[in-house]
């Protein structure tokens, strides 16, 4: 007896009519009589009564109905168990990042961690620093590729990546001829802040470097992300203060100058939950330990 036999007698009992159960099954009448005689066969006892114009249940027919769906009912569901048995034992990471990690961190160590992890399922999502806390508390992201400050001692953090502050201006700004630029250089400019509610520890760093060197640009707008900034700036309404990583996005509409050695560098962490004790996690510190530039 197998599976089939329990599906093709069920459809028959339910239906009370070879011609519908056949069709529901998709397979021939003269297939499901046939295979109908073999599982009252295995059995020793009919379950059906038939004639030309009905068919109806033994007495058998009946009792063997009732298990027979249980049967069916528990074969589906140890069917789903499984699945997802399966599905909890793959390795899954998922890792957040800000546009700093897409440029330097992740084209060097996604390569490789899939190929320590073939079968791992690796997920990315682009998340602002100000969220990516929350989420890794949550265990709704595993690492965070994020800015400073971080403040719960539930999350390990550890810097990956320092890279210094360059000044954007449009391409036709009389400062571009400049090949260095100084803070006073940026004193009474029309200026594109950051919004500290998306940039981490950005504008926090660039305001007080501006301010100690006595430097006041005037600031005509807060840009709330790395692309607006670009937009903005390109469209000449003033010069920003961005990190390097942005010279990635050069466009024709503007044009980068170092800032003195002397500027501060902002520095890119990777946090973890301390409880994570993924091993995928694990293989992921691992390989950004090995590429990190400090």
Known sequence: MELRHLRYFVAVAEELNFTRAAERLHTSQPSLSSQIKDLESCIGAPLLIRNNRQVSLTRAGEVFLLQAINILELSEQA???ARKAMEEERVRLIIG???CAEVNILPDVLPQLRLRLPASSIELVSIITTHQEDKLLKGEIDVGF???PINSNQLNFQVVYREP???VM???HPLSKETLLEPHHLDGENFISTDPAHSGALHQMVTAYLAQNHSQPIVVQAATNILVTMNLVGMGLGLSIVPRYVC???SSNVVFRPLPASAPQIELLMAWHREN???ALAQMIDLVEEQAEL
């Open 170 to 172: 449009p391409v036709n």
């Open 146 to 148: 994020m800015r400073h």
């Open 248 to 250: 990635h996005f050069q």
């Open 277 to 279: 004790s993924s091993p």
């Open 165 to 167: 502050l360059v000044v």
């Open 79 to 81: 069917k789903q168990l």
């Open 97 to 99: 990042f800000v546009p």
